[in-house]
């Protein structure tokens, strides 16, 4: 495409630099509000990354920490409803958005909160996703907060890059898999991924590891067992830990609610707490 060298053309070239250097600086100033940074990823769709990012939010919130939580996953926003604030709309203007809070200390930003329609699709470019995400890492108002968690869509594309280049020192990423090699073999993409964006890999978490029985609290190893981390070990990277299937969590995640407010197998709530320790305990006591 040849470049406009008409007065006109320049002018509006001019004018889209200086509004993409206004945007810039904005992130920045956005950036530098937030102590602590994680993003959620994984290399596949289904292995339940966006219950373990709504949870571990939920967890940080728990712990009176200013959080917030960004559903980057433009084609599938599911982070509203698993924090039971679906149908809810943002306020601000133009230049600034209010994310929906949740609760005194968790706040939230979807593009599910701008849809007019939840069930119609989002048919959109990846050069316009990317730009939406630009423009809620630029004029979400979250205030201080003390962590952002953010839920990045399947695999390594658009999305993942524009969230990982506008947090350049995040203080890493958690990759979701789970035991199946239809899963690991996507997931290891995301590892390299986050290393090819220079971004620490802060551990990989097996989840759907073994189904609990709701009857009888027996664990069948579903999908396997073990291959995440076999695989974090493989790849040189932390081990966060495994979380077993339960109807409990699938219910709750339609309902909106934690799997630390509400009566779930004894497995679940310790493994989710565990993994939390490991990634926040650390940070905290350097603070």
Not at 55 to 73: F, I, M, V
Not at 162 to 170: K, L, M
Not at 223 to 252: H, K, S, T, W
Request: with cysteine.
């Amino acid at each position: 495409m040849e470049t406009d060298k008409t007065p006109a053309g320049q002018s509006n070239m001019a004018q889209r630099m200086q509004q993409l250097a206004e945007q810039e600086q904005r992130i920045r100033e956005r950036v530098a509000a937030i102590r602590h940074t994680i993003l959620v990823i994984s290399g596949k769709g289904g292995v339940g990354k966006s219950t373990i990012a709504a949870n571990l939010a939920w967890a940080l919130a728990l712990r009176d920490l200013q959080t917030g939580l960004l559903d980057a996953d433009i084609h599938g926003p599911s982070i509203p409803l698993m924090t039971g604030v679906r149908g809810q709309t943002t306020t601000g203007s133009a230049d600034v958005i209010y994310p929906v809070p949740v609760n005194n200390s968790l706040k939230v930003m979807s593009i599910g909160f701008l849809l007019q329609d939840e069930q119609a699709p989002v048919i959109w470019r990846g050069p316009l996703r990317s730009n939406i995400i630009r423009q809620f890492i630029a004029n979400v108002e979250w205030g201080t907060l003390d962590y952002l968690v953010v839920d990045l869509p399947p695999g390594t594309g658009d999305e993942p890059l524009t969230v990982a280049q506008s947090f350049p020192h995040a203080d890493g990423a958690v990759v979701v898999t789970t035991p199946q090699e239809a899963s690991l073999e996507d997931c290891r993409k995301a590892v390299n991924f986050v290393r090819a964006v220079e971004l620490p890999v802060l551990g990989v978490i097996e989840n759907m590891s073994g189904f609990v029985c709701p009857h009888c609290g027996k664990v069948t190893d579903v999908f396997g067992r073990g291959g995440g981390e076999q695989m974090a070990e493989q790849m040189n990277v932390p081990f966060l830990g495994r979380i077993p299937l339960a109807a409990e969590v699938v219910a709750l995640s339609d309902e909106g609610q934690s799997v630390f407010t509400a009566e779930v197998p004894v497995a679940i709530k310790q493994a989710f707490e565990a993994i939390v320790e490991r990634l926040v305990c650390d940070k905290e006591e350097s603070g």
